[in-house]
């Protein structure tokens, strides 16, 4: 009686992680990846295969510069795209009126010297702290999210926790940069 053994079944990979977005993060992202195919993608083309038509290509600056960032955009490309098919397009626009801090909440706050401060929260693509749009993974997101205008919330620093104070929530639709 022979018995064929079936090697054990590999387990499955966990799903990648959502990629949560506003509209506008989505749109720019689709605006760099369309035009990275659809202009600077086909010009270096041209140029690469000119330079490989004038002859040796050992020496050739135009020819070795050109297939370095062939590669560079084409990485990019890859990114871009691997970033857009995780995407999770969320509206702050369309959360309507709640006090409660999610993704795409503006928050105004007081740190513990009664200084005022205002953040939105954004995708990881969108992150731009000196516009005051900081990330849903950063950790002054983390701490306030799910929280409520009125609530004072611990966050994690360098120097030690501080507690801040929520002042403000609001859902906006966000604008370009």
């Known amino acids: 009686m022979s018995r064929t053994s079936q090697p054990p079944a590999e387990p499955e990979a966990p799903p990648p992680p ?3 977005m506003t509209p506008v993060g989505y749109a720019r992202i689709k605006q760099e990846l369309t035009r990275l195919l659809d202009v600077e993608r086909p010009e270096l083309v041209k ?3 000119w330079a490989a038509s004038n002859g040796d290509r050992s020496e050739n600056g135009d020819y070795l510069y050109g297939k370095k960032r062939l590669r560079e955009i084409d990485r990019r490309i ?3 795209g691997k ?3 995780q995407s999770v397009v969320v509206d702050p626009a369309a959360r309507g009126d709640t006090d409660q801090i999610f993704f795409g909440a503006t928050v105004d706050y007081e740190d513990p010297d009664g200084v005022s401060h205002t953040v939105t929260i954004v995708g990881i693509d969108e992150a731009d ?3 005051g749009h900081v990330s849903w993974v950063s950790p002054i997101a983390k701490a306030l999210l799910k929280h409520r205008a009125g609530d004072s919330v611990k966050l994690p620093t360098p120097k030690g926790i501080v507690e801040i104070d929520v002042v403000d929530v609001r859902y906006e639709a966000l604008m370009p940069a």
């Open 18 to 20: 959502k990629n949560y």
């Open 47 to 49: 140029v690469v295969a």
């Open 78 to 80: 890859h990114y871009l």
């Open 83 to 85: 970033r857009l098919d």
């Open 129 to 131: 702290p000196a516009r």
